[in-house]
């Protein structure tokens, strides 16, 4: 494939309902936004990281992180994140956009690159692993060109589509070329829950980045669950798996089951 490259935007913000400052919280010997970054800036295929966050004063701790360590930042709106996106995307001339979201810290970038390899060869006007899921939560990876990103943000209406920015796209596969990208291993890897959203999970997160990151700073999937499998009594999030925003919007969304989601208990 001839070399081509995509604009990785990583939405991040310190106010969170359930986890506050959660992107900023340590994992092993740095912010977990910081691991992230680090993470994906191995990947062969992503030419520029920007960290799209808001303009609430609470964030400007998130662009002090960013000054610090040298990353480009964009400040949008705080509850608008396809306006947030396209304005980013507009600023910095984005072509094809790869967006990852802050509570995936344990990204694996070799992952990243095989998708993004994918979504060249197919053409695709939208690529993610997560519809249907056979990764982890945690693992989420959606690439989009700014053409279909510019028509959805015209023609995007309802709150949630705007809010978790990709929905009008995955959600009308009759106007975009919509591809999945499934793991060759089949769907095991999608009963672990690795995203950042809870304190539960931010146990589970420490203990794989305590436990593996002084062998291997770039661990990749397998390896996390190899170590998983071995210690599941750490596993104290699985009765998280499949709580997701879906649940709030199940009657409106077309390509979305009852079994895809349910409440937190």
């Known amino acids: 494939m001839k070399k081509k490259s995509v604009t990785c935007i990583i939405q991040a913000r310190v106010s969170s309902t359930r986890l506050p400052g959660k992107v900023l919280l340590y994992g092993y010997n740095k912010p977990l936004l910081l691991h992230l970054i ?3 800036k191995k990947a062969k295929f992503i030419k520029k990281i920007i960290i799209a966050t808001t303009i609430n004063k609470e ?24 306006d947030r996106y396209y304005k980013c995307s507009r600023k910095f001339n984005a072509k094809d956009i790869l967006r990852i979201t802050s509570d995936c810290p344990l990204m694996d970038y070799e992952l990243v690159d095989k998708i993004i390899k994918k979504y060249f060869i197919l053409k695709s006007d939208f690529i993610s692993n997560v ?12 690439i989009f060109n700014f053409k279909t990103l ?26 975009f070329k919509v591809d999945n990208y499934v793991n060759e291993k089949g769907n095991f890897y999608s009963k672990f829950r690795l995203t950042l959203d809870y304190n539960e999970d931010y146990f589970v997160i420490s203990k794989i980045f305590n436990s593996l ?23 104290i999030n699985q009765k998280l798996i499949k709580v997701n925003w879906y649940r709030h919007h199940i009657n409106e969304l077309k390509t979305i089951k009852k079994i895809d989601t349910k409440k937190y208990n």
Not at 132 to 138: A, E, L, V
Not at 213 to 235: A, C, D, V
């Open 38 to 40: 680090e993470r994906l």
């Open 59 to 82: 964030d400007d701790l998130i662009v002090d992180l960013c000054k610090k360590n040298k990353i480009k930042f964009f400040r949008g709106s705080p509850s608008n994140l396809l």
């Open 131 to 142: 519809h249907p899921p056979t990764f982890p939560d945690g693992f989420d990876v959606e």
């Open 150 to 175: 510019r028509k959805t943000f015209l023609k995007a209406k309802k709150d949630y589509e705007k809010e978790h920015v990709t929905p009008y796209m995955w959600d009308n596969n009759k106007e």
């Open 213 to 235: 990151y002084k062998k291997n700073k770039y661990f990749k999937i397998e390896e996390i669950i190899n170590f998983l499998k071995k210690n599941r009594q750490i596993l």
